[in-house]
């Protein structure tokens, strides 16, 4: 059964760092563009970071950029979203996407984060 699994939320301080990970099993990995989005508590889905099948092609939303890393292990079927500095605003349930085309993706289930003092 094709899926990713996130992990690495967690709580906390303002200005700190944490590191989430998905790991894409059941599909061939290389093979898709991996994306993070998040959602906040009464808010819709938005997105965040996205690599592409090219480790070096990489975007971010407005309000991560410069703070959040992506990047991708092919060789473990992982895409990482390194985030630093983070700020309150940053709390929400992050989500792992894979996606190759309109209907061929596959979601997880989500990790919480929490930036509070």
């Known amino acids: 059964q094709a899926q990713v699994v996130e992990s690495g939320g967690g709580e906390v301080q303002p200005g700190g760092s944490l590191r989430l990970s998905c790991v894409g099993s059941?599909?061939?990995?290389?093979?898709?563009?991996m994306k993070w989005f998040r959602q906040a508590p009464g808010k819709e889905r938005e997105f965040v970071a996205q690599?592409?099948?090219?480790?070096?092609?990489?975007a971010y939303s407005e309000a991560v950029e410069g703070r959040f890393t992506i990047a991708r292990d092919n060789a473990k079927n992982t895409v990482y979203l390194q985030m630093n500095d983070l700020k309150p605003e940053d709390t929400a349930v992050y989500f792992c996407?894979?996606?190759?085309?309109?209907?061929?993706?596959?979601w997880g289930q989500g990790t919480q984060v929490t930036v509070a003092s």
């Open positions: 996407h894979a996606v190759r085309g309109v209907n061929d993706g596959y």
């Open positions: 059941g599909f061939a990995f290389n093979r898709y563009a």
């Open positions: 690599v592409s099948l090219n480790p070096n092609s990489r």
